[in-house]
T-cell receptor
Framework: DAGVIQSPRHEVTEMGQEVTLRCKPISGHDYLFWYRQTMMRGLELLIYFNNNVPIDDSGMPEDRFSAKMPNASFSTLKIQPSEPRDSAVYFC??????????FGDGTRLSIL | QQQVKQSPQSLIVQKGGISIINCAYENTAFDYFPWYQQFPGKGPALLIAIRPDVSEKKEGRFTISFNKSAKQFSLHIMDSQPGDSATYFCAASKGSNYQLIWGAGTKLIIKP
C-alpha cells in the first residue's frame, strides 16, 4: 500500500506566482480532503470531495484558492495568485467508507 | 457548537510516566472520536478511536476514556516513552463518514 502521495514535498515561490499542489489518494478510497496546517491556526479543513464531487468548500479561504478532482486517483489544489500568508503545510487525506482518514506527508509551501 | 477544545497545548512528561490529554465537545450529535498522532515532517496518523457506546477503549499503552454526560474524552498514554514524543490531535464527527472537527493539538515531549 503506497499510501497517500503528495507532490511536491517542498515548494518555494515568489508572491504572485501560481502554485499547484498534487495528491494521489489511496486506491479505492472515495473521500478526499485538503487541509492546511499552521502554527497559528492549527489544522484547517479547506475542502473535501466524495466520489470526485466537492461536498464542502466552506474552508477555502478566498477565491484565490481552487481545488479539482478530475478522477478518482488525482486531485489538485491551486493558489493563484499566491501571497506570503499562504505559507503553510498543506495535507491531503483520503478515506474509504466507514474508514479513518489517511494523510499524506504534506507539501511545505513557502511564499516569499 | 462545532468546536472541540483540547488541552493542554503542550505537555512534558518523564519517561515511564502517564501522559493525559483532554478534549471537550458541545455537539451531542457527535458519535465518533478519534485521536491522531503526528510526528515532525509527517501527516497525522490515526492512533485510536472510540464511539460513545463504550466508556473506555484500550490499545496497548494507549487508552481513550469517554464521559458522555460531561461531553469529554481523554487520551492516556501509560509508561510514556521518548518515541511517543509527537503532536496529538483529538477530533469528533457525526459518524465516520462526516468531516472531522479537530482540536488544536497537544505537543507532547517525553523526557528520558
Amino acid at each position: 500500500d503506497a499510501g497517500v502521495i503528495q507532490s511536491p514535498r517542498h515548494e518555494v515561490t515568489e508572491m504572485g506566482q501560481e502554485v499547484t499542489l498534487r495528491c494521489k489518494p489511496i486506491s479505492g478510497h472515495d473521500y478526499l480532503f485538503w487541509y492546511r496546517q499552521t502554527m497559528m491556526r492549527g489544522l484547517e479543513l479547506l475542502i473535501y470531495f466524495n466520489n470526485n464531487v466537492p461536498i464542502d468548500d466552506s474552508g477555502m479561504p478566498e477565491d484565490r484558492f481552487s481545488a479539482k478532482m478530475p478522477n478518482a486517483s488525482f486531485s489538485t489544489l491551486k493558489i493563484q495568485p499566491s501571497e506570503p500568508r499562504d505559507s503553510a503545510v498543506y495535507f491531503c487525506a483520503s478515506k474509504g467508507n466507514n474508514q479513518p482518514q489517511h494523510f499524506g506527508d504534506g507539501t511545505r509551501l513557502s511564499i516569499l | 457548537q462545532q468546536q472541540v477544545k483540547q488541552s493542554p497545548q503542550s505537555l512534558i512528561v518523564q519517561k515511564g510516566g502517564i501522559s493525559i490529554i483532554n478534549c471537550a465537545y458541545e455537539n451531542t450529535a457527535f458519535d465518533y472520536f478519534p485521536w491522531y498522532q503526528q510526528f515532525p515532517g509527517k501527516g497525522p496518523a490515526l492512533l485510536i478511536a472510540i464511539r460513545p457506546d463504550v466508556s473506555e477503549k484500550k490499545e496497548g499503552r494507549f487508552t481513550i476514556s469517554f464521559n458522555k454526560s460531561a461531553k469529554q474524552f481523554s487520551l492516556h498514554i501509560m509508561d510514556s516513552q521518548p518515541g511517543d514524543s509527537a503532536t496529538y490531535f483529538c477530533a469528533a464527527s457525526k459518524g465516520s463518514n462526516y468531516q472531522l472537527i479537530w482540536g488544536a493539538g497537544t505537543k507532547l515531549i517525553i523526557k528520558p
